[in-house]
């Protein structure tokens, strides 16, 4: 996006290296377990590697980034995370990377996806890749002068999150699924869903580990 300066990029490529680099030399440890324990919905690694996977079934599935993790609304401290043998987990099949929770939202360093320019913010909305128009737009819709809602991914990692491709952001006016919102004044939070607002009952932020922070204040006029 043209109007991104460049100390806010060299600021937040830092941010996201910093990241990066925690996840990759993994700053957790885990006590180990056994495959035979392991249940479907299980976080694991393997001893000795920092990578953290998803267990689905027969297959593993990695957390390609630590805010993909952190999206899901995992702990930071990785404490639900269990070690488990690099023989036990090899018995699990590679499936595909964790995506983003929907409603996040991430660029490349240097390259894009789909033919678009470094620039390009993507918002995951119902598993989809969809890019935000421009600048004008993401601020309209975020009030985010920081992008600090915008993960900077790695280069040589962006393939992992080439996900399907879904329309172009171009409102200004109608968030995307997957945004939690609320009303100025009002304390009532909802979860856009097939382009309708779901009200969220008490607790369920939390029981949903949904991030209280990323709640978007919409105008009155902006209705679903």
């Known amino acids: ?70 999206s899901w609304g995992y702990p930071s401290n990785f404490s639900t995370v269990k070690a488990v043998s690099s023989a036990d987990l090899a018995q699990y099949t590679e499936g ?4 983003f929770r929907d409603g996040y939202m991430f660029r ?10 470094a620039t390009a913010v ?3 909305a119902n598993g989809l890749r969809r890019a935000v128009k421009s600048g004008e737009v993401y601020q309209a819709l975020y009030n985010d002068p920081n992008w600090a809602r915008v993960t900077w991914v790695p280069d040589d990692l962006l393939t992992k999150f080439n996900y399907a491709e879904g329309a172009v952001v171009e409102s200004t006016t ?29 607790g369920a932020l939390a029981a949903n580990r949904y991030n209280a922070a990323l709640v978007v204040t919409l105008a009155a006029t902006e209705t679903y």
């Open 174 to 202: 109608s968030h995307p699924d997957g945004t939690l919102v609320k009303y100025a004044g009002a304390d009532q939070v909802y979860l856009l869903s097939g382009g309708k607002k779901r009200a969220l009952g008490t």
């Open 122 to 124: 993507y918002v995951v």
């Open 1 to 70: 996006m043209s109007n991104l300066k460049s100390s806010l990029a060299r600021a937040l490529t830092t941010v996201t290296s910093v990241a990066t680099i925690l996840w990759s030399v993994g700053v957790f440890s885990a006590a180990p377990v056994s495959a035979a324990t392991l249940n479907n919905g299980d976080l694991v690694k393997a001893a000795g590697s920092s990578a953290v996977y998803l267990i689905q079934g027969t297959a593993k599935r990695v957390f390609p980034h630590l805010n993909v993790y952190l």
């Open 96 to 99: 595909d990377p964790v995506p």
């Open 108 to 117: 490349g360093t240097a390259s894009g996806l789909g033919g678009r320019s």
